[in-house]
């Protein structure tokens, strides 16, 4: 017997038949032996409608009263699904995270979870009875509601699963796991049986947006091995947990991508101590991410500076370069907002030479030119002319034998 953590998302819930096929599922896995713990989140849409609500009454609603608004969401559907439950004979509780004292600190709408309480909890399962508790929403020192980011429930179920010492976090959603790249991109893209947690957290972060990227930190930090499985199609899914040696054996995992990127070069910087930080502070100061970031080699004490940020903060990013390059005697500014990013990930890299090299003949084969070029220890990624990108990501696919 196990317990089991399962986590089901806003379109898994959207109508009274889903949320009894979500009973359903619950109560195969009771059949099974297991004790079940379900998180589950606001029906699809509903937590945008209420937020666009909110905007209708106030240009600037307050933070705290956003966070009681926006938690009402599921509490809809834990007595919904409780109902539900308890109709086919499972007896079920629902919870508000408040209720199980998910303490948070007070930083409204994007709080983080502090702790919980296990007590209860462990007694109600003890009890014979299935808990439904409500994602996405904790409660601060003060009592007052706080909600954990847009996406939140995921991290709910995870941190719920870390306290509790689950078997195993199952986070049920409309894909049926994690593939090898999008298979948008690649109809012939394989669902992976198993990745580990970096790999997982690169795929996510480069834009497979399976799983909020707080989830996957979470559950690698307290070792809470993740399952990620559709709620409309039978099957194992992917299961993402620790490093284990079977996994170096597979050279590359997935390749992840990033369509909205632009970069920015200063030619001419003069190649001295501080420069690198006057150049990227005031881009810091500016809230801007950057991305990559490449300086060559110096020649006549001057040197090439560049870097990468996201499309939407192209223009700010330019304008601030523009400001600051004249105190740097700059000689020119260049930019380009129709670039891509593509990135093989793989843990096997660490141990196999020639991943780089495959990578770039590929493209070469192909005439993609490579823009720029960074590397990790389990990451290679390309910056690459937007129009290349769907190309791109198809040949090293194949290159990489990824397919079915
Ligand atoms: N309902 C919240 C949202 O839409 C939390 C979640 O779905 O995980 O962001
Ligand atoms: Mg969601």
Redesign the pocket.
Known sequence: MALIVQKY??TSLGTPERIIAVAEKVMATRAKGHDVIVVV??MSGE?NRLSAFAHKVSNTPKERELDVLLST??QVTISLLSMALEDRGCPARSYTGAQVHILTNSAHTKARILEIDDQHLHTDLAQGLVLVIA??QGIDVHKNITTLG?????TTAVALAAALKADECQIYTDVDGVYTTDPRVVPTARRLDKICFEEMLEMASLGSKVLQIRAVEFASKYNVPLRVLSSFKEGKGTLIAAEEPMMEKVLISGIAFNRDEAKLTLLGVPDQPGIAYQILGHIADANIEVDMIIQNIGADDLTDFTFTVHRNDYKKALDILHHTATDLGVREIRGNDRIAKISLVGVGMRSHAGVASTMFKALADDGINILMISTSEIKISVVVDEKYLELGVRILHAAFNLEE
Do not use: M, P
Not at 150 to 154: F, H, L, Q, V, W
């Open positions: 998302g806003g989140s606001a937590t969401g599921e994602g996405f847009r996406g939140g429930s995921d």
